[in-house]
């Protein structure tokens, strides 16, 4: 792992820029961000943020391949250029048995660390193009999920390439080329289907030439089938069919305005508020009264021995 070298962060990402105006991207051009270069191999994720005490990172070259277990169920996403890359230390989930990402090839990471939390401190719509980086890696896995849904595995296959092929294809007079490095395992991963069931579904796509092999590039000829879109359908199913129940009947339940609900919420907080001091002001009389009782009491034990006549020792008989 080789890291000293800078760069700077709108050449790392340009998109990060999209909301600065002009002149702030001009000022934000001078921003740079550590570079860290990984080989192929297990990234410690959380050595990264403890050496260059970074919150996350973007891909600059290469990729990264996370892939999780449940159980017996493999999954997998992938880290292209211009990716963001979350270090920060999140609790997982008690099911995942086993997390982790690895560099399928030589890549380099821009850590973002307090120079961009200074960045962003004097240019806030940085942020933003931040945000909107993690947004379009969130909505691509919404996706992929889906593809996940589809019965047969040649169909996710193709799907899911040209789900990548949007962020990181290119298209050329005979197709549009994805250059990754994918093997049958990862795409198994990716698409949640076995290692020889994607092999036969490859040579499946191969044999009809909707997917090329071409060295370490994969060249996309067909396009995936686009269902057409049906109309909505009012008796479709909802999730609780129970009549009696109140999740089944939505539209007997008035919307109430945010600020009403707000100022109810409120006022229940403040009747609870003052009921919790009046049962606490009849504890502490109640206790009041106790120790009273109990002072009284010992008073009047320590009169009534003062008061008692002692008695004569009887003579012995």
């Not at 890359?85 to 989930?93: C, I």
């Not at 401190?121 to 947004?135: D, E, F």
């Not at 707000?262 to 009921?275: G, S, V």
């Not at 009782?293 to 008989?317: D, F, M, N, Y």
């Amino acid at each position: 792992m080789g890291s000293g070298s800078r760069i700077r962060l709108l050449e790392a990402d340009p998109g990060v820029a999209v909301y600065l105006t002009q002149a702030e991207r001009g000022e934000a051009a001078t921003l740079t961000v550590p570079v860290v270069e990984l080989e192929p191999g297990p990234v410690d994720t959380g050595g990264l943020v403890a050496r260059h005490a970074s919150f996350g990172a973007i891909v600059i070259e290469g990729m990264l391949a996370c892939h999780l277990r449940v159980g017996e169920q493999a999954g997998m996403r992938i880290l292209g250029p211009r990716d963001a890359v979350s270090l920060g230390a999140t609790e997982s989930p008690m099911l995942l048995v086993d997390a982790g990402c690895r560099a399928v090839a030589p890549t380099r990471l821009a850590m973002l660390g307090r120079d961009v939390l200074v960045g962003v401190h004097r240019w806030p719509r940085l942020m933003a193009g931040l945000h909107v980086r993690t947004a379009e890696q969130i909505e691509r896995v919404a996706v992929q999920l889906a593809i996940c849904q589809l019965p047969r595995v040649e169909d996710r296959l193709l799907a899911l390439f040209w789900l990548l092929a949007e962020s990181w294809g290119r298209v050329t007079p005979v197709g549009t080329a994805l250059p990754l490095v994918l093997t049958h395992e990862t795409l198994g991963a990716l698409v949640g289907a076995r290692r020889p069931t994607v092999t036969l579904a490859l040579g499946e796509l191969t044999e009809r030439g909707a997917v090329l092999r071409q060295g370490r590039t994969w060249l996309l000829i067909e396009h995936p089938p686009v269902p057409e879109r049906a109309a909505p359908d009012p008796h479709a199913p909802v999730l609780v069919t129970d009549g009696e129940s109140v999740w089944g009947r939505r539209e007997e339940v008035p919307e109430t305005p945010g600020h009403v609900m707000h100022e109810e919420i409120a006022r229940t907080i403040e009747r609870l508020r003052e009921q919790h001091r009046e049962r606490a002001d009849q504890v502490l009389l109640g206790l009041a009264r106790v120790r009273e009782a109990r002072l009284r009491s010992e008073q009047l034990r320590s009169r009534i021995r003062r008061e008692r006549p002692v008695r004569a020792p009887r003579p012995p008989s």
